[in-house]
């Protein structure tokens, strides 16, 4: 059973943004919220996360700088704004939900992700 739902995903050109965003259930409206994202022939790995309250977020390394999460509770999405991609960022990225606030894969409940490429 599919609890959230991604999109935003698509094609574009290195140094171009995507904005990625997750519809998210009622019931997560106090859950962290996380994004993550697997390449071909790699495992998943995480990107960022946030806090129920968007009081908190942590960053992979390698986006710090160009990517921001954000969560609007109102509306009950989650985003992820991406600025200046590169090649290596190409992946499907999921959008996740967990009851505790944290930056492992451990979280319990997935989208089904969204393909983004970027074209060097």
């Known amino acids: 059973q599919v609890e959230l739902v991604e999109s935003g995903g698509g094609l574009v050109q290195a140094g171009g943004s995507l904005r990625l965003s997750c519809a998210v259930p009622?019931?997560?409206?106090?859950?962290?919220l996380g994004w993550f994202r697997q390449a071909p022939g790699k495992e998943r790995e995480f990107v960022a996360a946030i806090s129920w309250d968007g009081n908190t977020a942590s960053y992979k390394n390698s986006v710090r700088g160009r990517f921001a999460i954000s969560r609007d509770n109102a509306k009950r999405t989650v985003s992820l704004e991406m600025n200046s991609l590169k090649p290596e960022d190409t992946a499907v990225y999921y959008c996740?939900?967990?009851?505790?606030?944290?930056?492992?894969?451990?979280?319990?409940?997935w989208g089904q992700g969204t393909q983004v490429t970027v074209s060097s």
């Open positions: 009622e019931r997560f409206k106090r859950y962290a």
């Open positions: 996740a939900a967990n009851v505790i606030y944290t930056i492992s894969r451990e979280y319990d409940y």
